[in-house]
């Protein structure tokens, strides 16, 4: 509008200016017309003038020639008394008529003063009359003279009085059209870039985080547009925050419930977690978990919790009628979510179910599902199968009975996240009870073993007792004297009894060993002072075969985390085995060092040695090398094998270099205890 | 001379020890389970009892705490008969208040030097 307001001033003004132009233009030209009759009046006096100086020339000279001028001059002021009366305005006519009237008196005297005789009385008074005459002329002339020149210089003066008063006009005008313009430009600026500042402003307090701030919708209709955009993103990213801040909330309230179910390793324990974490942070009307049974051939529901009654009775829960397996294991393949939002529109009748899975999908659902459904009030349902790995081990379902709240995108992904997190908790509960089943029945068998040893190994000491006694008893002739073929017999009895008795004992022990049974009495030990009580029990039976026994030991302690029990036994089964194959006059070198950071023990002999093809099967249990056996050389075969375990129990290992008759070496390296006294065995 | 009570349900075990220690001089009752034992100390008075660990209904353990329990045989030697060399049934014997125990299979040697040994050391 103020545009249009200073267009048209800009346009007046040009045509005032025009205008103004104009009309000075034509007062010019009326003080232009005026000159013309200004010009003729001047130009008819000469005429006359000059006439009336010829005819008084005559008059005073009697020159002829001066009369004839003046009769050739006589008729040229009427033609331009003609002319003037033609060129004059209007308002001069009476003027030049009051001019020809005097003109035409004075030409007749002047007529009659060329008949007349030079210097004659007569001439003399016609002079005189004719000078009057002239002058009455004269002056009217010079009156119109006079008014042409005053009205003239009047004309002239009142259009430069209008050319001045039209300028100043013009400039006011000019002025005004300039403060408008610089108004219009200062209100339109105004207009423009205080709304647009101020959406500006609203998108930086926006972009800075205050997301309360709005553009206010003001200005022109366009930047009304920009600022209601502006808004309407506002509005749609308060929304989608406010989404997102529910989303979140919702996650942070799933997390918790699935550190509360995997707080304990109990299937029922988890399922009852799952139901009343699902139904708070879902605020569902029902949660529904079903639970794989023989195999995976059923699903029967194992938990319901309702808004009304919390969770069901365990068996009100199984009277519930169930998903068919096929649907949740086609659904577990598929790895979708099934979101029913129209239940209604199925309990009915039999209505094929839209992309349902399984069975659900081709005839919709069973009569009792359907009467179940209904009976419940379900209205939107989502159902997730769980489970890891192939085959599902259940579903989780959650249900609403409220038309008015069906189930949101964020409600499913929710619910997806925490079946998958119940789908976990439940496999490793149901894993840890079929574990913790195995390990009770393990520890059964354990104890059954150790029961059926210690019974064994009563019942067969019992009667070898007897057997052991009795012998002795008859060997000492507390019965009478006996005959050498009698003894010798006996002392058959007797080897064998002791070999059965040994046999039972090292049988005994391995299985002890075994077991781990004495696993649990590791401590610090010093080998050195075992080899020395080791090398003093057996040096008795060294002396008796005539072997000699050397020991050698570092002076310092050579300490290990062992089982004491344990290392005194493999000593003493390898240096009684040394002594044992070791003929008279031989030795028997017992060795214990640090090397390598291990302990390393060896036992040297100087005894028939084994041969080389039997070495790598001696510390099988029973077995026993050739030479050994030929010689008579009693054992059980199971000395070196229990040698071997213990060692191995205590992170070490076995090593035998032999040759036959000349003698062998058993070596064992073990780990030395560190300094905080743990070994490194496993 | 010393009176000694042996309780074995091994009639075998029984005979092999009452054989040997009558042989050292040792007058012998024998009994084949803990009731019996315990009935026998009450009833008579002995130098030394033997008793086998695993017996049916009362065990050597329990004769024992209960001779221990009596004031009248609350000093009486015990000797236990076990058939398990594990340092736990020793254990337990000694708890049960046994002054000495040997291990299944003895040599009949052995009992009566052990017996010897108890017997010589009571009355000193």
Known sequence: ?????????????????????????????????????????????????????????????????????????????????????????????????????????????????????????????????????????????????????????????????????????????????GALAVFTAVRTTRALTRPLQSTAATLDRLASGEHSARAHETGPEEIRTVARSVNALADESDRLRADEAERRELSQAARETGRRIRDRLDVDYVLDAACTGMSEVLAADYVFILL???????????????????????????????????????????????????????????????????????????????????????????????????????????????????????????????????????????????????????????????????????????????????????????????????????????????????????????????????????????????????????????????????????????????????????????????VKFTPEGGKVTVRAEARDGEAVLSVSDTGIGIPAAEQEKLFQRFFRASNATDAAIPGTGLGLTIVRTIVANHGGEMYVSSAEGRGTTFTARLPIATTHGAAAAS | MARVLIADDDPDIRDLVAFKLTQNGHQITAVEDGMAALRAAREQPFDLVLLDIRMPGMSGLDVCRSVRAAPETASLPVILITARSQEGDVELGFAAGADDYIVKPFSPRELSSRVAAMLSRVER
Request: proline share 5%; hydrophobic share 40%; with cysteine.
């Open chain 1, 292 to 578: 794989a049974e023989n195999d995976g051939s059923a699903f029967p529901v194992a938990r319901v919790w309702s808004a009304e009654r919390g969770l069901l009775p365990e068996e009100e829960g199984r009277n519930i009628p169930t998903l068919p397996a096929d649907v949740v294991r086609d659904h577990y393949r598929r790895g979708t979510v099934w979101l029913i939002t129209d239940m209604p529109r199925y309990v009915s009748d039999t209505t094929p179910m839209p992309g349902a899975p399984g069975s659900f999908g081709k005839t919709g659902m069973p009569a009792e599902n359907r009467a179940a459904a209904a009976a419940l009030g379900l209205d939107s349902v989502v159902i997730t199968p769980i489970g890891v790995g192939e085959e599902p081990i259940g579903a989780v379902a959650v249900a609403r009975t409220s038309a008015d709240r069906p189930w949101r995108e964020m409600d499913i992904e929710i619910v997806e996240s925490m079946a998958s997190g119940i789908g976990r908790a439940l496999h490793t509960a149901l894993l840890y009870e079929q574990e913790t089943t195995l390990v009770e029945k393990l520890r059964a068998l354990d104890k059954a073993k150790s029961d059926f040893l210690s019974t064994v190994s009563h019942e067969l000491r019992t009667p070898l007792t007897s057997i052991v006694g009795y012998i002795e008893l008859l060997k000492d002739e507390e019965t009478g004297p006996l005959t050498p073929p009698q003894l010798r017999m006996l002392d058959v009895v007797d080897r064998n009894a002791n070999r059965l008795r040994a046999l039972i004992e090292d049988l005994l022990t391995l299985s002890r060993i075994e077991s781990g049974a004495f696993g649990s009495k590791k401590g610090p030990v010093d080998l050195c002072s075992l080899v020395v009580s080791a090398t003093d029990a057996i040096r008795p039976a060294a002396a008796a075969a005539s072997v000699v026994l050397e020991t050698h030991c570092p002076s310092r302690p050579l300490v290990l985390e062992a089982d004491s029990d344990q290392l005194d036994r493999v000593l003493m089964n390898l240096l009684s085995n040394a």
């Open chain 1, 1 to 177: 509008m103020a545009f249009g307001l200073l267009i048209a001033l800009l346009l007046l003004v040009g045509a005032g200016a025009l205008t103004v132009s104009r009309v000075a233009d034509a007062m010019h030209d009326q003080s232009y017309r005026l000159q013309p009759a200004l010009r003729e009046n001047m130009h008819m006096r000469e005429q006359v003038t000059r006439m009336s100086r010829a005819v008084r020339t005559y008059l005073l000279t009697g020159d002829t020639a001066a009369r004839s001028s003046y009769r050739q001059l006589r008729d040229e002021p009427f033609a331009t008394l003609a002319e003037a009366r033609r060129v004059a305005p209007a308002w001069a006519r009476s003027n030049l008529a009051a001019q020809d009237r005097q003109l035409r008196a004075y030409v007749r005297l002047a007529d009659q003063q060329a008949q007349a005789a030079p210097g004659s009385a007569d001439a003399r008074r016609l002079t005189d009359e004719a000078s009057r005459r002239f002058t009455a002329f004269d002056i009217t002339n010079q009156r119109l003279d006079t008014r042409l020149t005053s009205e003239m210089q009047r004309l002239e003066d009142g259009a430069d009085t209008f050319l001045d008063g039209s300028a100043v006009t013009i400039g006011v005008l000019l002025a005004a059209g």
